[in-house]
């Protein structure tokens, strides 16, 4: 009974040790699992953040897109508005009149400096006449609002310009955006496909380690049980030894006077 009692303690002992070790290698697996499942909060963070990012650019460029499809639109109207205009004035200002302005489209134009003798010569050589048969006179200040329209369509031409200039730049860069989003997107699906196979893993584990403990807490179990049950048992021989000798001793005497009966004289059994 010693060696079963010593047995099963050392079994005992083996067994929570081998629970400890367990549960210290659970907790392991739990902290790196904790860490996996940051990792991969963090990826969908970020690609979340980098969907509003690419959402809010996309609504970005259709903005910036439709103000400059306006924009065309009207410096195109304004441009043959202009253009309206300025054959309607080519048309009432005699042709010399008008070839006189293309050769100065370099000067400046300006309603408060007119030269008045050049209006006053065009009066001489104008030899346009109207519907009614009178003579055409230029108005003054002519040239200048042609050449001003000119100038302003011209304006008009080069904001144009600068407008398409940063709309191609602009197309450009939110182009540029949406390939580096999607290269950053694939990079964070596969680490996140990555850390899903790793999480997968450890929870595994995790599983086996828990099964594995249960396993020794209930052989733990059973053996503590068996050990109570060699305690009562000690426990009860130790309580009975007096009783047991006593016991022994009357059955001891018992057999003594049995053997000294069987062995007695023949007048014994006469009697």
Known sequence: MRDEHCKNEDKKKVLEYGIKSKQAELANLKDNLDIVITDMEKINSDMVELDKTVGDATEQRKKENA???????????????????????????PASFVQRRTQNTQEAPSFLQEDESDDSAEDEDSDEYDLLGHKKRPQSGGRV????????????KDEFQTAKTEEESAQKDY?????????????????????????????????????????L???LAETIDVLADLHKECDWILANFLERIRLR????????KCKAVLAGTPSTFTR
Not at 68 to 90: C, F, G, H, P
Not at 190 to 201: H, N
């Open 249 to 256: 001793a009357a059955e001891v005497e018992g057999l003594q």
């Open 145 to 156: 609002v042609i050449d001003l329209i000119t100038k302003i369509q011209q304006d008009l």
């Open 67 to 93: 103000a400059y499809t306006e924009m065309l639109s009207d410096t195109s109207q304004a441009i043959e508005i202009l253009e309206v205009a300025k054959n309607r004035l080519e048309e009432f200002y």
């Open 175 to 215: 182009e540029e955006l949406l390939v580096d989003a999607k290269k950053r997107r694939e990079v964070a699906a596969r680490s996140l496909t990555e850390k899903e196979g790793v999480k997968a893993g450890i929870q595994e584990d995790m599983k086996r380690k828990k099964d594995r403990i249960t396993g």
């Open 217 to 219: 807490q209930n052989e």
